[in-house]
């Protein structure tokens, strides 16, 4: 399992439009991804979960990714962050 | 006969041209139990089928028209659509519940609706709520079998009316015949209001009733400077807009280019002339129009529609944009001020025979510091970040001022203590708004850094007058010799002991004022941003020396009419209008 802390820096957080968007980049992986935030895990392939998680800035969340593609697919996750200007 | 409709302005300019009606018809949700799950099941998937469908198409003409970004608010919903955990659910209900699937669609998208109107994180334009209810929208059309109304037939140039307007909407429009838009609800902060402002399309939102008074068809003036909607205008108002677009259209230009300039009077003293803000967004907006600092922070933002009081770290980095993105201009932050006609859900307040003088503001910060204390720390904190200052609302008393500026010291040195940097010499000043302030203004000014009158309240306690009240609506007079001479009193009083006056009610955007309060000597000017630019072309052609007879004149006259006439006429006299 792969496993990797940020911290959200953006200044709107994970709304809709980046939310979309990791999740575009997560389910081109097999493996399982998850979001971890205060506490509460959701699949990060999930739309409605990551939505409802209510990721804001400052936000310190955990992502793991379990799978035969587990490495490939937490970079490309934490590309599309920094990218999408969620994280620093 | 024509109509007006009274709303926001929500992004100026002035449009001419027929309504488009973008109104569905309602969606009636029959709540019935059913006994055939399979067929309802069935009818979910069709109705999935049908919207991913839709979506797809829409999406592809967004993104040829509109660009990768337009086309990525519908990605949100088409990700929706794919995600197995809206599906589950919503078939969930129908199984468990026996219930249709219309019924089990809104059941699901409330349920969702709940969640991210509860979450504390600050929505960017409420994005995902807009998203689920514009979604199960677009699902219950397809199982009741009736059309949503379709923008993308626009094929004239027309002004777009709605109830609101959602991000499929925007990204299915053909911009070239988009005019102008009136919304019976959403503010000025909706997503499609900015993106109206960078396309300088007029825009009055919040009327109410517009999609109720305003028919297909019907010709419609947008005047977007003051909000206002005239439904099949007369001859007369048609000529009366006309000019008024020819004149907006000359002034942008001329205003345009006072943006980065600093604004000096013909005599050389330079007017600080800065915007009112309240959101993140209006930041923008303040830099688009070239201010020269914010001059009131309303800070009232972070505590709206939030079920807790917002932390000390979320209100300091709110703050810290402010104040980095205004580079070195002043940020004067202002405390809570809820009370009177303001509520808040986390700061339960007894009802009160007199709101506005009742506990409020200040009153309310004194008596609650575990309100006021974190955000005096979190304004501090962002104070290292730019040129931040601090000001205190609805001070009545020396003592209050003494007391809160305490409280301020204490949190500072608290602060320090810890190692948090802070800026040295934040100015700390407060509103002058009460009577009672006026006439001690030479005394508070011994304490204060500078006064920033609140022209709206104090009128209104000049006058004992509700401006809110119709009946009485008539005393609130901005050019009233009494609040000229209270003016002048508290800019004499400061400028005796070397402190700074600014006026951040209406009064100070009013372009009838300018001449008085420029000749009166206040030294900055706080307004809208759609002002600046005005107030700033007004003072540059004038002369303070010049405008001492007409403030004396004015200072001496028995009424508010009287005052008006005179600055008319002088205004007319020197092409100033």
Known sequence: MEKRDFTITAETGIHARPATILVQAASKFASDVTLSYEGKSVNLKSIMGVMSLGVGQNAKVTITASGDDEKDALDAVAETMKKEGLTD | ?577
């Open chain 2, 1 to 577: 006969m024509s109509l007006l409709l009274n709303g926001l302005a929500a992004s100026s300019g002035i449009a001419i041209a027929p309504a488009y009606l973008l109104v569905g018809s309602e969606l009636p949700v029959q709540k019935q139990h059913i006994s055939d799950k399979n067929h309802e099941v069935a009818r979910l998937h069709d109705s999935f089928a049908l919207s991913r469908q839709e979506l797809h198409a829409i999406r592809d003409q967004a993104h040829r028209r509109l660009g990768q970004r337009a086309a990525t608010v519908v990605d949100t919903q088409l990700a929706m659509l794919d995600d197995p955990v809206l599906f589950d659910s919503i078939e969930q209900h129908i199984v468990s519940e026996q219930i249709t699937a219309e019924w089990a669609v809104q059941k699901v998208a409330d349920h969702y609706m709940a969640i991210f109107e509860r979450l504390n994180d600050n929505d960017y334009l409420q994005a995902r709520g807009m998203a689920m209810r514009d979604l199960a929208k677009r699902l219950l059309s397809h199982l009741l079998g009736v059309k949503l109304p379709n923008p993308k037939q626009l094929d004239h140039r027309a002004i777009i009316v709605a109830n609101n307007i959602t991000p499929t909407d925007t990204a299915q429009f053909d911009r070239r015949y988009v005019a102008g838009l009136v919304t019976d609800t959403g503010g000025r902060t909706s997503h499609f209001t900015i993106m109206s402002k960078t396309l300088y399309l007029p825009v009055v939102v919040g009327t109410k009733k517009a999609t109720a008074a305003i028919k297909d068809g019907d010709l419609l003036v947008v005047d977007g400077i003051h909000g206002k909607v005239v439904v099949n205008p007369s001859e007369g108002e048609l000529e009366k807009y006309r000019l008024l677009a020819g004149r907006f259209a000359r002034e942008q230009e001329a205003w345009g280019a006072l943006r980065n300039q600093e604004t000096i009077s013909q005599d050389g003293r330079h007017f600080e002339v800065a915007a009112n803000v309240g959101t993140l967004a209006d930041i923008q907006d303040a830099q688009n129009n070239g201010a020269e600092g914010i001059v009131l922070l309303r800070t009232e933002f972070l505590y709206m529609n939030q079920t807790k009081l917002p932390g000390e770290d979320q209100q300091f980095s709110a703050y810290k944009q402010f104040v980095a993105a205004m580079n070195q201009h002043r940020v004067v932050t202002r405390t809570l001020d809820v009370g009177g006609d303001k509520r808040l859900e986390m700061v339960p307040l007894p009802h009160e025979a007199n709101p506005y003088l009742g506990f409020r503001a200040i009153r309310i910060g004194l008596a609650k510091p575990e309100i006021l204390r974190p955000q005096l720390r979190a304004m501090l904190r962002a104070s290292v970040y730019g040129r931040l200052a601090i000001m205190f609302p609805m001070v009545a008393t020396i003592e209050e001022f003494r007391q809160a500026r305490q409280i301020l010291d204490e949190e500072k040195a608290s602060l320090e203590k810890s190692g948090v940097p802070v800026a040295d010499n934040i100015e700390v000043g407060m509103m002058l708004e009460i009577p009672s302030v006026a006439m001690m203004a030479d005394l508070f000014a011994q304490d204060v850094d500078f006064f920033s009158i609140g022209s709206n309240d104090l009128i209104q306690y000049l006058f004992a007058a509700d401006r809110g009240n119709a009946r009485v609506a008539y005393l609130y007079q901005e050019l009233h010799p009494a609040v000229l001479r209270t003016v002048k009193r508290v800019i004499d009083a400061a400028h005796a002991e070397g402190k700074w006056v600014g006026m951040c009610g209406e009064m100070a955007g009013n372009p009838l004022a300018t001449p008085l309060l420029m000749g009166m000597g206040l030294d900055e000017f706080s307004m809208n941003s759609g002002q600046i630019l005005h107030i700033r072309s007004l003072i540059k052609q004038m002369n303070t020396r010049q405008l001492q007879p007409l403030v004396h004149r004015s200072l001496n006259a028995q009424t508010a009419s009287a005052v008006t006439a005179m600055v008319k006429k002088f205004l007319k006299e020197n092409n100033l209008e």
